[in-house]
Nanobody, 121 residues
């Protein structure tokens, strides 16, 4: 399974951005999907996830009000809508997928190459 992220770029503080991640699998609806982000030299950080079974979503409290994750199974795509962006949101954003798994397992089968988001002050 290949995951391809897109939508990153350079924006100003306060702007909004929507990232996309498209999967190359016919069983996309059976994958729990998640977004992580990483700054060079730091640990990869969980941003948001969506369960495959019931669509239940989970996100980091500090980002909950600004970041929204959604999915379109017909398009085999998940989205991360980010609003009120801050310079500290600058990072590489990565999409990941876990087959028939729960977010609580924290185990993922596939990762994308990431898309860079840079927020200027």
């Amino acid at each position: 399974v290949q995951l391809v992220e897109s939508g990153g770029g350079l924006v100003h503080a306060g702007d909004s951005l929507t990232l996309s991640c498209t999967a190359s699998t016919v069983t996309f609806e059976s994958y729990t999907m998640a977004w992580f982000r990483q700054v060079p030299g730091k640990v990869r950080e969980f941003v948001a996830g969506m369960e495959w079974r019931d669509g239940d979503t989970k996100s980091v409290d500090s980002m909950n009000r600004r970041f929204t994750m959604s999915r379109d199974n017909d398009k085999k795509t998940v989205y991360l809508q980010m609003t009120s962006l801050k310079p500290e949101d600058t990072a590489g954003y990565y999409c990941t997928a876990a087959y028939w798994s729960r977010l609580s397992s924290q185990k993922y089968d596939y990762w994308g190459l990431g898309t860079q988001v840079t927020v200027s002050s």
